[in-house]
């Protein structure tokens, strides 16, 4: 299994070493050619503006949005989960747009309000998972396609539709595999 | 909600800005040009550097007024520089909410022995280095993030290379040194020997590092990525130049696309005039910003 990781800006090193402890081979993505070669996709954290224009400019965002729609097991965090709504608020923004969440940008508010908390995701195991959110954005809306796993005072952060796992906060910055290990053997693989 | 201002939340937010480029704006029309163009994030000041050196006098924190104009204007991080020592500037900008401030040699020093005590603040800091001992004092006072000093306003690279040289290759050396040389090696640079330690067992600076002081083209910023730069500063190379839309959407494509000498070649084509620039070496020694902090 080989998954790649979005690597025109933001923190997809974290990501790498992360998956490099579960074992899994990872390839940076920063050209079209290279989606054939992997078995599933991550987008980073990183500013969402800078990623969406530059997977526009150059022409990666078409053929990844084919890609997804036509069932690449795809993991973002943060940016990652902007780019994936189909809706943002008050935003225009580039995206691939492929899930159906309506997300807020920055709705935490700025970089003196991030935060990092115990967060309860029954999905990924009893213990709670010690959550990063950084000008965090979180899901104001949802369709009944998709499933809900972890909520922070009602406000939805991690969710999932079939192929596509989104979470607004960044399991890459922690040591804690769980999140990433989910993304693997649940989404990935399907078992 | 959860716990604010720790150090992991402040020093992520230097980590989600890696691979991209952050932009010094005047204005909200240039933060708004900024934006468009991809940085990652602005930094917001009453002059950029070349007119700072240009108009003499004291250089201070950017006008509260400014700042907030241009927050609202964009939707990416806004930056903001304080003086040296200055850490009422620094809780003015604080309480305006910005995103990240940087201590900064740019302006007039206001303190000539001491930096702020970046420890006592939510907002994450980010400070200027020439050297591993430099950075690694203001890692210890609390700063989040480092760049290179460079040499501010000149147009002229070859300060943030020796600086991001220096500073690699002594990384390099202090992880190839048996660990009985290190409490040595600490005393020689100035450096906390805690840091000293992280920095052999890991190989780099335990924050995120990005080039900063004459960076004026796409060849630069991917000079200075090339030699190991998580990310690039660019002040007065984008908004001195002759198009500062077509420069500032170059210099983003060339910080991730550093390593694609094809993709740069492209890049680099009809950007029109850079920076005008200046010769290091005609700058007194009293004059040059990267002599200032300690």
């Given at each position: 299994m080989k998954i790649g990781v979005i690597a025109m800006q933001g923190a997809f090193r974290e990501h790498e070493q992360t998956l490099a402890r579960l074992g899994v081979e990872t390839l940076r993505i920063r050209r079209p050619e290279q989606l054939s070669q992997i078995d599933g996709i991550i987008i980073p954290g990183g500013e969402s503006t800078t990623i969406g224009k530059l997977l526009g400019d150059f022409?990666?965002?078409?053929?990844?949005?084919?890609?997804?729609?036509?069932?690449l097991p795809v993991f973002g965090?943060?940016?990652?989960?902007?780019?994936?709504?189909?809706?943002?608020?008050?935003?225009?923004?580039?995206r691939i747009g492929t899930m159906d969440i309506k997300v807020a940008r920055?709705?935490?508010?700025?970089?003196?309000?991030?935060?990092?908390?115990d967060l309860e995701i029954p999905e990924v195991g009893q213990?709670?998972?010690?959550?990063?959110?950084?000008?965090?954005?979180?899901?104001?809306?949802?369709k009944p396609s998709v499933q809900v796993l972890a909520k922070v005072d009602d406000k939805i952060v991690m969710a999932r539709q079939d192929n596509m796992l989104v979470s607004a906060f960044h399991p890459e910055l922690t040591d804690d595999l769980r999140i990433h290990r989910y993304f693997i053997e649940k989404v990935c693989k399907g078992l | 909600?959860?716990?604010?201002?720790?150090?992991?939340?402040k020093k992520g937010l230097a980590e989600m800005l890696k691979g991209g480029v952050i932009m010094d704006?005047?204005?909200?029309?240039?933060?708004?040009i900024a934006e468009e163009a991809g940085a990652c994030a602005v930094m917001a000041l009453e002059r950029v550097p070349a007119d700072i050196r240009?108009?003499?006098?004291?250089?201070?924190?950017?006008?509260?007024?400014?700042?907030?104009?241009?927050?609202?204007?964009?939707?990416?991080?806004?930056?903001?520089k304080v003086r040296i020592g200055h850490f009422v500037e620094a809780q003015i900008l604080e309480a305006l909410g910005v995103d990240y401030i940087d201590e900064s040699e740019v302006l007039t020093p206001a303190d000539e022995l001491f930096h702020i005590d970046k420890h006592a603040f939510k907002v994450p800091f980010v400070c200027g280095a020439r050297n591993l001992g430099e950075a690694l004092r203001r890692i210890g006072e609390g700063a989040a993030m480092?760049?290179?000093?460079?040499?501010?306003?000149?147009?002229?690279?070859?300060?943030?290379?020796?600086?991001?040289?220096?500073?690699?290759?002594?990384?390099r050396r202090i992880q190839n040194m048996p660990r009985e040389e290190l409490m040595t090696a600490a005393k020689e640079m100035g450096a906390p020997y805690d840091l000293v330690l992280y920095v052999h067992e890991h190989g780099r600076l335990p924050v995120v590092n990005f080039a900063a002081g004459g960076i004026a083209t796409p060849a630069d910023a991917a000079l200075m990525m090339q030699l190991g730069a998580d990310g690039i500063f660019v002040g007065s190379g984008i908004f001195k130049s002759k198009d500062p839309v077509g420069r500032a959407k170059a210099i983003v494509a060339a910080t991730t696309y550093y390593d694609d000498p094809k993709v740069l070649a492209e890049v680099s084509k009809g950007l029109g005039e850079a920076m005008p620039g200046i010769d290091i070496k005609t700058i007194s020694q009293t004059e040059r910003m990267s002599e200032r902090g300690w």
């Amino acid at each position: 299994m080989k998954i790649g990781v979005i690597a025109m800006q933001g923190a997809f090193r974290e990501h790498e070493q992360t998956l490099a402890r579960l074992g899994v081979e990872t390839l940076r993505i920063r050209r079209p050619e290279q989606l054939s070669q992997i078995d599933g996709i991550i987008i980073p954290g990183g500013e969402s503006t800078t990623i969406g224009k530059l997977l526009g400019d150059f022409n990666l965002m078409e053929p990844l949005r084919e890609r997804i729609l036509s069932g690449l097991p795809v993991f973002g965090t943060c940016a990652g989960m902007i780019l994936l709504a189909k809706e943002i608020e008050n935003s225009n923004q580039p995206r691939i747009g492929t899930m159906d969440i309506k997300v807020a940008r920055n709705a935490f508010g700025r970089q003196v309000d991030s935060f990092e908390v115990d967060l309860e995701i029954p999905e990924v195991g009893q213990e709670p998972v010690r959550a990063v959110f950084i000008r965090a954005p979180y899901i104001l809306e949802v369709k009944p396609s998709v499933q809900v796993l972890a909520k922070v005072d009602d406000k939805i952060v991690m969710a999932r539709q079939d192929n596509m796992l989104v979470s607004a906060f960044h399991p890459e910055l922690t040591d804690d595999l769980r999140i990433h290990r989910y993304f693997i053997e649940k989404v990935c693989k399907g078992l | 909600m959860g716990e604010k201002g720790t150090w992991v939340v402040k020093k992520g937010l230097a980590e989600m800005l890696k691979g991209g480029v952050i932009m010094d704006v005047t204005t909200p029309e240039q933060a708004k040009i900024a934006e468009e163009a991809g940085a990652c994030a602005v930094m917001a000041l009453e002059r950029v550097p070349a007119d700072i050196r240009a108009a003499g006098g004291v250089a201070r924190m950017a006008d509260p007024n400014v700042i907030l104009r241009i927050m609202d204007a964009v939707t990416i991080p806004v930056m903001a520089k304080v003086r040296i020592g200055h850490f009422v500037e620094a809780q003015i900008l604080e309480a305006l909410g910005v995103d990240y401030i940087d201590e900064s040699e740019v302006l007039t020093p206001a303190d000539e022995l001491f930096h702020i005590d970046k420890h006592a603040f939510k907002v994450p800091f980010v400070c200027g280095a020439r050297n591993l001992g430099e950075a690694l004092r203001r890692i210890g006072e609390g700063a989040a993030m480092i760049r290179t000093k460079g040499e501010p306003g000149t147009g002229n690279v070859v300060e943030a290379v020796r600086h991001m040289r220096q500073v690699m290759g002594e990384i390099r050396r202090i992880q190839n040194m048996p660990r009985e040389e290190l409490m040595t090696a600490a005393k020689e640079m100035g450096a906390p020997y805690d840091l000293v330690l992280y920095v052999h067992e890991h190989g780099r600076l335990p924050v995120v590092n990005f080039a900063a002081g004459g960076i004026a083209t796409p060849a630069d910023a991917a000079l200075m990525m090339q030699l190991g730069a998580d990310g690039i500063f660019v002040g007065s190379g984008i908004f001195k130049s002759k198009d500062p839309v077509g420069r500032a959407k170059a210099i983003v494509a060339a910080t991730t696309y550093y390593d694609d000498p094809k993709v740069l070649a492209e890049v680099s084509k009809g950007l029109g005039e850079a920076m005008p620039g200046i010769d290091i070496k005609t700058i007194s020694q009293t004059e040059r910003m990267s002599e200032r902090g300690w």
